[in-house]
């Protein structure tokens, strides 16, 4: 892919969060993550050949450490959605592209950042994350394309105050300790090199075995 590259890709970020509070139990026993829908753009610096990116995802963040007593906010940030390029494969047109052949891929973020509480309603931070487009061979080719951007933001919240934090947590409810054996069975359509092969049926059969050790852990063993 290196002769695809003729420079560094830029782009921006653009968030809403809404940040938990204690309200649910589960949000207490997680350290009050936050939930955000983003809106990205990218530009990969080739228009003619991978041309750009616009991602729209939904995802949680999970803070490191304990949010209601520090300015500070250690954080890691998982979301999933689905992104537009603008330039894909084509065998006549961009037959160069080999990185996906389809404009509506999938879009994976993973995220570590730190922000910094400067005044009641703005807080400033930074950011290093990973973001993995691919269309899971739906097409191909489907090389898939991974960014790493090291970025800095500045977050400001809408209302003019915050609800306290409620640390109290409830006694957690009895779980099954049983062990539990299960079957999965799953099937779809992909498609595999060489270009122009068409389609293909899949099918897959996972067996494991589970146990619930905790009201946040689950330990599972298996075969697919």
Sequence with gaps: MGHLIKGHPEGFRLSFIRKSYGTRNWERLYR????????SYYDLKNDEVLGKIVALNTGLGFHLNDITSQRGDFQVYLGFGLSYFTRVYDKVEN??????????????????????????RFEL?????????????????????????????????????APEYNKVISQPEPFNKKSFINIDLRAGVSQVEPV?????????????WNKRLSTKSILDAGIE
């Design 32 to 39: 009050y993550p936050e939930f955000s829908a983003t809106l």
């Design 125 to 161: 931070g930074t950011a290093l994350q990973l973001s993995h487009f691919s269309n899971a061979s739906r097409n191909v080719p489907n090389f898939g394309l991974n960014l790493i951007n090291l970025n800095a933001g500045l977050r400001y919240q809408i209302s003019s105050s």
């Design 95 to 120: 037959n160069k592209n080999n990185v996906v052949s389809s404009h509506l891929p999938w879009n994976v973020n993973l995220r570590l950042a730190y922000w910094y509480k400067i005044t009641k």
């Design 196 to 208: 122009g092969t068409g389609p293909s049926l899949y099918m897959a059969m996972s067996l494991f």
